[in-house]
C-alpha cells in the first residue's frame, strides 16, 4: 500500500476484500448450479418427450405448452430487451455498433453488475479519515477486478467447460465474456484513480511538495515503486483490449483483433504477476489460478506471442506441448489432414477436408481449421456442413462392420466415426479472401492443401423430441442448419426420433447459391422415408428473370423475393404435430423476424426457439 496504515487496519481492509471476493464467486458458482438443474431438467423432459412420441404419429399432448413456461419463453427467455430488434446490428451510420441483449440476458448482466457495484461500496467506512476511505475503495476495486478475471478467462475461450456443460452456446458466453471484459476494466481504473490520489495526497502533506503539480509527485513514485509501474502497465493494456474490441474494429479487421487480443492478455497476466507478487499475497494467489487457466486454453502457435515472466515459462512449455500433442494427434495417421478448396458460385467455397484420423461429429458442431500455406498460425471457425464416413477402403469397412455383427446396409453410417467433413465458407477479407484465390486461380478451380483441424466443438441442441421442425436459414447459415435436417431424416427413418414435418427454408441472393449444397440435398432426397416428412422451400430474394425460379419436385420448391417469415411459421404452427422446434441460422434481420413470429404463438403453441448466430 502506498500509504501507511496501521497493522490493525491494513488487515482488517484485506480481510474485508477477500471475503467479498469469495462471495462473488460463490454467487457466480450458484448461478452455474441453477442453470445446470435447468439444464438437466430439460434434457431429461425432452427425453421422456422422445421415448413417448416414437411411436404416437399424432402427439396432441405435447402440442399444447405450459402456460406459465409458455410465458416465460415469450416475455423472457427468448424476448429481445426491446420490441423486436436482437440479432441484427445496430448502426452510427454505416459504423456496427453491436446487438442489443435479450430480456434474460439483460437481467442476467444488470444483476452481476449490480452486485459488483453492491460488493465495492458495501462495508467500506465513509464516515472515516478520507485516506482511509479512498485507500479502501481502490484496494476492494483492485480485488475485485482479480476476481472478475477467473470468470473472464474460463468462458473466453474454445474449451470453455460451461459451454457443454450448460449446452449453452458461445455466443451466449461471447456477450459475457465483453462484459466481465468491462466490469474488469472499470474496477482496474477506479483502482489506480484510488490509488493515484492517495500518492498525490499523502506527498501534498509534506510541505516541500505544498506547490508541487500532482502529476510530478505521481512521476516521483513510478520511479521509487516498480509495482506501480507495472500497475499503470496492466491498466494502459486493459484499455487498449477495450479499444480494439469495439465491434466495427473487431468485424473490419478480425485476425488483427485477434492478435492484439491475445499479446494483451499475456501483458496483462505478466504484469499483474509483478504488481502484485510482494504487496498482495492474497490476490497473487487469483492470479495464479486465472495464469493456468489460460495457458491451458491459449493456442499453441497464439502462445509464440506471449510475454512471460521469469516465474512461468515452464507451464507455458508445458502446455505447449499437450497442445501440440493433440494437435498431431488429430491431423496426423495414416496419412495427414489435407483440405480440397472448391471455389464456387457467389463468392463461395467447399472446403473438404480428408481427416487423419476418423472423428464422430453432431449437428450444430463447428471446427477450427488452420492453413499454415495461407494463414500461418492462425485457425478459425466453421460450421460442419456435412460428414461422411468415407472407407479408406472396401475392406477396411466391411471388417469394422464384421467384428460388429452388421453390414452396411443394416447400420446408421451417420453413427460411425465420420473421415471426411465439408464446410461452406463465404468469401470475405483476410484468410477466407486468400483461400478463395488461391482456388480461383487454380486451373481446376480446387486447391489442395496441406490443413490442420481442432474439434468438434460447440453446443448439440437436439431436435429429436420434436414432432414437427422448421429449419430456417439465410445464406451461409445453411452450414449450420442442414446435419440437423439429415440427422432427422435417418432418425426418422430408422424410428428414433420424434419428427412427423419437417420443413427446411432457405433464403439465397441468387440460383446459382444452389450449388453450394446441390450433391448433399441430392444425397438427402435420395434418402428412405424422406417423402413421409421432408419439405425444402428456397426463396431468391435477387433473381435475375422469374425463369430461373422453378421447382423441381413437390418437395422441393423455389420462390421468388423475400420469404414472409410469419406467415410461414403460422402455417407450419396450424399443421404442427406435437411440440414445435424453430432453429434459426442467418444474417440478424431474419433472425429477429423468426423471433418475433415464434415468440406471438408460444401463448398458444408448443414452441421452442433455437437460435445460432456468428457473434465471433
Known amino acids: ?39 438437466i431438467a430439460l434434457q431429461f423432459s425432452q427425453y421422456v418427450r422422445t421415448l413417448t412420441c416414437l411411436n404416437n404419429p399424432n402427439q396432441r399432448f405435447f402440442k399444447l405448452p405450459s402456460r406459465p413456461y409458455g410465458a416465460l419463453k415469450q416475455h423472457l427467455f427468448d424476448a429481445p430487451l426491446f420490441n423486436c430488434r436482437h440479432n441484427k446490428q445496430m448502426r452510427i451510420g454505416p459504423i456496427e455498433a453491436g446487438i442489443l441483449p435479450t430480456r434474460f440476458q439483460a437481467l442476467l448482466l444488470t444483476s452481476i453488475i449490480t452486485m459488483n457495484t453492491v460488493m465495492w461500496a458495501y462495508g467500506i467506512e465513509w464516515r472515516g479519515p478520507i485516506m482511509t476511505t479512498v485507500l479502501h475503495l481502490g484496494n476492494r476495486a483492485g480485488t475485485m477486478a ?30 459475457m465474456h465483453r462484459w466481465f471484459g468491462r466490469i474488469v476494466v472499470v474496477l482496474a481504473t477506479s483502482h489506480g484513480i484510488a490509488e493515484t490520489m492517495v500518492i498525490v495526497i499523502s506527498q501534498k502533506k509534506n510541505p516541500m511538495n505544498k506547490d508541487v503539480p500532482g502529476i510530478h509527485l505521481f512521476s516521483e513514485a513510478l520511479k521509487e515503486a516498480e509495482f506501480i509501474v507495472w500497475g499503470v502497465v496492466t491498466l494502459t493494456a486493459m484499455i487498449a483490449i477495450i479499444l480494439t474490441s469495439w465491434t466495427a474494429f473487431r468485424h473490419a479487421f478480425y485476425e488483427t483483433f485477434l492478435h492484439i487480443h491475445i499479446a494483451m492478455v499475456a501483458l496483462i497476466l505478466a ?57 498431431l494427434y488429430r491431423n496426423l495417421g495414416r496419412s495427414t489432414t489435407r483440405a480440397s478448396i472448391e471455389a464456387l458460385p457467389g463468392d463461395a467455397m467447399r472446403v473438404t477436408l480428408q481427416l487423419a484420423r476418423p472423428w464422430r461429429f453432431l449437428p450444430g458442431q463447428h471446427v477450427y481449421l488452420t492453413i499454415p500455406s495461407i494463414g500461418l498460425w492462425t485457425s478459425h471457425p466453421f460450421s460442419v456442413a456435412w460428414s461422411e464416413a468415407l472407407p479408406r477402403s472396401a475392406h477396411d469397412i466391411e471388417k469394422g462392420l464384421s467384428e460388429q455383427g ?9 453413427a460411425l466415426p465420420q473421415t471426411t467433413i465439408s464446410l461452406i465458407i ?25 490443413a490442420l483441424i481442432e474439434g468438434p466443438y460447440g453446443t448439440t441442441h437436439s431436435l429429436s423430441s420434436y414432432g414437427s421442425v422448421m429449419l430456417i436459414a439465410g445464406g451461409i447459415g445453411i452450414s449450420h442448419l442442414l446435419p440437423h435436417a439429415r440427422a432427422l ?76 417469415v410469419d406467415a410461414l411459421v403460422g ?6 404435430v406435437g411440440a414445435m422446434g424453430v432453429a434459426v441460422c442467418g444474417p440478424g434481420g431474419l433472425a429477429d423476424d423468426v423471433r418475433w413470429a415464434v415468440r406471438r404463438r408460444q401463448g398458444s403453441r408448443n414452441i421452442d426457439l433455437l437460435e445460432e448466430g456468428f457473434g465471433w
Request: glycine share 2%; charged share 20%; net charge positive.
Open 571 to 576: 402455417t407450419e404452427t396450424r399443421e404442427m
Open 271 to 327: 504484469a499483474l504477476w509483478v504488481h502484485l507478487e510482494e504487496d498482495a499475497p492474497p490476490q497473487h494467489n487469483w492470479i495464479k489460478i486465472i495464469i493456468t487457466i489460460w495457458v491451458i486454453e491459449v493456442r499453441f502457435a497464439a502462445s509464440q506471442l506471449t510475454l512471460h515472466t521469469k516465474t512461468v515459462p515452464a507451464n507455458f512449455s508445458i502446455q505447449r506441448v499437450i497442445r501440440l500433442g493433440s494437435l
Open 489 to 564: 431424416l435417418a432418425g426418422h427413418a430408422s424410428a428414433t426420433v420424434a419428427a412427423r414435418r419437417v420443413l427446411l427454408v432457405w433464403v439465397i441472393r441468387s440460383p446459382e447459391h444452389l450449388e453450394w449444397i446441390r450433391p448433399w440435398v441430392t444425397e438427402m432426397l435420395a434418402m428412405e422415408k424422406r417423402r413421409d416428412i421432408l419439405r425444402i422451400q428456397i426463396f431468391v430474394t435477387r433473381p435475375r428473370s422469374t425463369k430461373e425460379i422453378h421447382s423441381p419436385t413437390s418437395t422441393v420448391q423455389m420462390f421468388p423475393g423475400k420469404p414472409d
Open 146 to 175: 482479480v476476481v472478475n478475471m477467473i470468470p473472464l478467462v474460463i468462458i473466453s475461450g474454445r474449451n470453455n467447460p460451461l459451454i457443454w456443460l450448460l449446452n449453452i452456446s458461445f455466443d451466449n458466453f461471447n456477450l
Open 406 to 414: 452388421t453390414t452396411v446396409q443394416n447400420t446408421d453410417l451417420l
Open 1 to 39: 500500500m502506498p500509504a501507511q496504515l496501521s497493522p490493525e487496519v491494513e488487515a482488517a481492509i484485506n480481510s474485508n476484500n477477500m471475503f467479498f471476493a469469495v462471495l462473488i464467486l460463490l454467487v457466480l458458482v450458484s448461478l452455474v448450479g441453477v442453470l445446470l438443474v435447468y439444464r
Open 426 to 450: 463465404r468469401r470475405r477479407v483476410g484468410f477466407t479472401e486468400k483461400m478463395f484465390a488461391k482456388a480461383y486461380t487454380s486451373p481446376s478451380g480446387r486447391a489442395i492443401l496441406p
